[in-house]
T-cell receptor, first 114, second 108 residues
Framework: DGGITQSPKYLFRKEGQNVTLSCEQNLNHDAMYWYRQDPGQGLRLIYYSQIVNDFQKGDIAEGYSVSREKKESFPLTVTSAQKNPTAFYLC?????????????FGQGTRLTVV | QKEVEQNSGPLSVPEGAIASLNCTYSDRGSQSFFWYRQYSGKSPELIMFIYSNGDKEDGRFTAQLNKASQYVSLLIRDSQPSDSATYLCAVTHNDMRFGAGTRLTVKP
């Protein structure tokens, strides 16, 4: 089955640690996105990528880093510079071009600082 | 900065009524417009998309787009309790930006 997979579902981070969230898709999509969602809020764009080896900052990129070495994979690292990382993180992918660039979402990773 | 604005609600309607959800956007270069539904703790799921001015109907849902006014809306006819969720408006122009969402409650 084609889809987008995020892991882990739940993640706990100690103060000062870097953690990496995984996102893999087998939909052959060129574009991939990372969003952060806080309770009762919408989705805020962290980073996006439209092609391998290239990515762009979104509105809240500070304290985060990404890589796009393969079309299928777009991991997100939450660094110790991100002071309030507790949130629900969503990865999505879509085609590039055309009118229906629907974003397909993974199941999300809930990150908690302990 | 690309802005997508939605009334945060909450919006409450009785079962069988029409629910009206609104969204405005700031980027005049925006190309496609999406409505997603999100249940608590879950990922968003697509309801419908629209890219040309006018109305688009799909079952009980109608999306309306007015690019001159930078406005997109979603009407839900014959609202059901199962429609109770948060509705997210999304706009694309190279990237995809979301509004804060409107929480809808349909009361039996």
């Amino acid at each position: 089955d084609g889809g987008i997979t995020q892991s882990p579902k739940y993640l706990f981070r100690k103060e000062g640690q870097n953690v990496t969230l995984s996102c893999e898709q087998n939909l052959n999509h060129d574009a991939m996105y990372w969003y952060r969602q806080d309770p009762g809020q919408g989705l805020r764009l962290i980073y996006y990528s439209q092609i391998v080896n290239d990515f762009q900052k979104g509105d809240i990129a500070e304290g985060y880093s990404v890589s796009r070495e393969k079309k299928e994979s777009f991991p997100l690292t939450v660094t110790s510079a991100q002071k309030n990382p507790t949130a629900f993180y969503l990865c999505a992918s879509s085609i590039v071009g055309g009118q229906n660039t629907e974003a397909f979402f993974g199941q999300g990773t809930r990150l908690t600082v302990v | 900065q690309k802005e997508v604005e939605q009334n945060s609600g909450p919006l409450s309607v009785p079962e069988g009524a029409i629910a009206s959800l609104n969204c405005t956007y700031s980027d005049r270069g925006s190309q496609s417009f999406f409505w997603y539904r999100q249940y608590s703790g879950k990922s968003p799921e697509l309801i419908m998309f629209i890219y040309s001015n006018g109305d688009k109907e799909d079952g009980r849902f109608t999306a309306q787009l007015n690019k001159a006014s930078q406005y997109v809306s979603l009407l839900i006819r014959d609202s059901q309790p199962s429609d109770s969720a948060t509705y997210l408006c999304a706009v694309t122009h190279n990237d995809m930006r979301f509004g804060a969402g409107t929480r809808l409650t349909v009361k039996p």
